[in-house]
């Protein structure tokens, strides 16, 4: 017998356009040690506008944090900071999670400039 659908709650469009979504780069990742979970800290060039933000990325399993320098990725960049451990997360780089708990990272199709708004 398959599952019941899973209850999606809906937002209206002046909801979802207060979310920033944005591409950017990877400039650094390293392990992050003092992490509960394995996971990497990624420091992420957003364009002039918005600068370079930090975050704490739970990513180890499908990705080597030296292959991870200068991917582009997307992140939701107006959330406000969040203290991991030592260390303090500015964005929430964003992806996909497989049946096997893995994060699959979300990318722009192509290379694109940093900064640009995903809407």
């Given at each position: 017998?398959?599952?019941?659908?899973?209850?999606i709650a809906?937002?209206?469009?002046?909801?979802?356009?207060?979310?920033?979504?944005?591409?950017?780069?990877?400039?650094?990742?390293?392990?992050?040690?003092?992490?509960?979970?394995?996971?990497?800290?990624?420091?992420?060039?957003?364009?002039?506008?918005?600068?370079?933000?930090?975050?704490?990325?739970?990513?180890?399993?499908?990705?080597?944090?030296?292959?991870?320098?200068?991917?582009?990725?997307?992140?939701?960049?107006?959330?406000?900071?969040?203290?991991?451990?030592?260390?303090?997360?500015?964005?929430?780089?964003?992806?996909?999670?497989?049946?096997?708990?893995?994060?699959?990272?979300?990318?722009?199709?192509?290379?694109?400039?940093?900064?640009?708004?995903?809407?």
């Open positions: 017998m398959a599952d019941a659908p899973h209850q809906t937002l209206d469009w002046a909801t979802f356009e207060q979310v920033e979504m944005r591409v950017g780069t990877i400039v650094s990742a390293v392990v992050f040690e003092k992490a509960r979970k394995p996971a990497y800290q990624l420091e992420i060039d957003f364009g002039p506008s918005i600068g370079l933000r930090k975050s704490s990325a739970q990513i180890t399993q499908l990705y080597d944090a030296q292959a991870l320098i200068g991917r582009q990725v997307i992140a939701v960049v107006n959330f406000p900071p969040k203290q991991i451990a030592n260390f303090m997360s500015e964005c929430l780089v964003l992806g996909a999670v497989d049946e096997a708990g893995k994060v699959i990272l979300l990318q722009p199709e192509r290379s694109t400039a940093n900064g640009v708004r995903i809407g």
